[in-house]
């Protein structure tokens, strides 16, 4: 069975770093769009970044663009969110998500994989 594991989440201080990870299991990810999510409790679970699968490429939701950071190293076959100027509307649980598509989606449709999320807490 695939699976995504997320780990590295917790509580930090508003204006702290928090890096989290995302690794799969069952199967290698080095060929897909990998993307992280989150989501408050009453809320849609919004787009926070989108990384190619070579790491060439990324996007971002423009609440994160300058703070957040993407990356990957697939001879790890992880994926990263470095997470810095933390602000407590940050905080949320944080999914990882893998894609087949070549571009980078940010649907939650367009995903194919995903973890079952990590919390992050910041508080103020």
């Known amino acids: 069975q695939v699976q995504l594991v997320e780990s590295g989440g917790g509580l930090v201080q508003a204006g702290g770093s928090l890096r989290v990870s995302c690794a799969p299991s069952?199967?290698?990810?080095?060929?897909?769009?990998m993307g992280w999510f989150r989501q408050v409790p009453g809320k849609e679970r919004e787009f926070v970044a989108a990384?190619?699968?070579?790491?060439?490429?990324?996007y971002y939701a423009d609440s994160v663009k300058g703070r957040f950071t993407i990356s990957r190293d697939n001879a790890k076959n992880t994926v990263y969110l470095q997470m810095s100027s933390l602000k407590p509307e940050d905080t949320a649980v944080y999914y990882c998500?893998?894609?087949?598509?070549?571009?980078?989606?940010?649907?939650?449709?367009?995903?194919?994989?995903w973890g079952q999320g990590t919390q992050v807490t910041v508080s103020s």
């Open positions: 998500a893998a894609s087949t598509q070549d571009y980078l989606p940010d649907g939650r449709s367009e995903y194919d994989y």
């Open positions: 069952g199967r290698t990810f080095s060929r897909y769009t």
């Open positions: 990384i190619s699968w070579s790491g060439g490429r990324t």
